[in-house]
């Protein structure tokens, strides 16, 4: 089975950091990759596909880059909105993994 | 716009059976694979289960495989889980989630998200 571990688990930031959240895959996995943000309470919402293309409506503040082990997840410019806990997800067409999630907390 | 709204959570006893519910509505539904994922309390996402478009393949996480089982009615926009033999490490907030493209059997990632329901399992 492919793992996915993303680090920081934690991470205390302040609004116009520029921030990068890593996730590492067990093997490579092409650009198979999506990023979620979820807020306490809620549903996930959906960011990032084929680990660099931008959904629809989501800010160009976030980007994704990467493929095969290693991928990151930057927010260019920190805002009071993006505080939340992000997740990588591999998929494929029989499994799909999530890593651990990242939290982004106030400094 | 897409919805998806899920139902069907409650507290039950280990070894108990439950059927969770995901109506969707927004979109035609018959062309979009549909995924169950949970989180248990202060944890992450888990991804549980998928039944493609078309309904002809279904896969499960190892944790539920031979208990859970997903299902689809096209005429009814809805997609199910039933959960037997349900344990403890169960208990969770249950998600069903849409992929991103119509038509296409996996390799997909999931555009819409319902807002949950959560299944305890205790006894």
């Known amino acids: 089975d492919i793992q996915m571990t993303q680090s920081p688990s934690t991470l205390s930031a302040s609004v116009g950091d520029r921030v990068t959240i890593t996730c590492r895959a067990s093997q490579s996995i092409g650009d198979w990759l999506a990023w979620y943000q979820q807020k306490p309470g809620t549903a996930p919402k959906f960011l990032i596909y084929k680990a660099s293309r931008l959904e629809y409506g989501v800010p160009s503040r976030f980007s994704g880059s990467g493929s095969g082990t290693e991928f990151t997840l930057t927010i260019s410019s920190l805002q009071p909105d993006d505080f939340a806990t992000y997740y990588c997800q591999h998929y494929n067409s029989f499994w799909w993994t999530f890593g651990q999630g990242t939290k982004v907390e106030i400094k | 716009q897409v919805q998806l709204v899920e139902s069907g959570g409650n507290v039950v006893q280990p070894g108990a059976s439950l059927r969770l519910s995901c109506a969707a509505s927004g979109y035609t539904f018959r062309r979009y694979g549909m995924h169950w994922v949970r989180q248990a309390p202060g944890k992450g996402l888990e991804w549980v289960a998928v039944?493609?478009?078309?309904?002809?393949?279904?896969f499960y996480s190892e944790s539920v495989k031979g208990r859970f089982t997903i299902s689809r009615d096209d005429s009814k926009n809805t997609v199910y889980l039933q959960m037997n033999s349900l344990r403890a490490d169960d208990t969770a907030v249950y998600y069903c989630?849409?992929?991103?493209?119509?038509?296409?059997?996996?390799?997909?990632?999931?555009?819409?998200w319902g807002q949950g329901t959560l299944v305890t399992v205790s006894s």
């Open positions: 039944v493609w478009y078309d309904g002809s393949q279904k």
């Open positions: 989630a849409r992929e991103t493209e119509a038509l296409v059997m996996g390799t997909l990632a999931f555009r819409y």
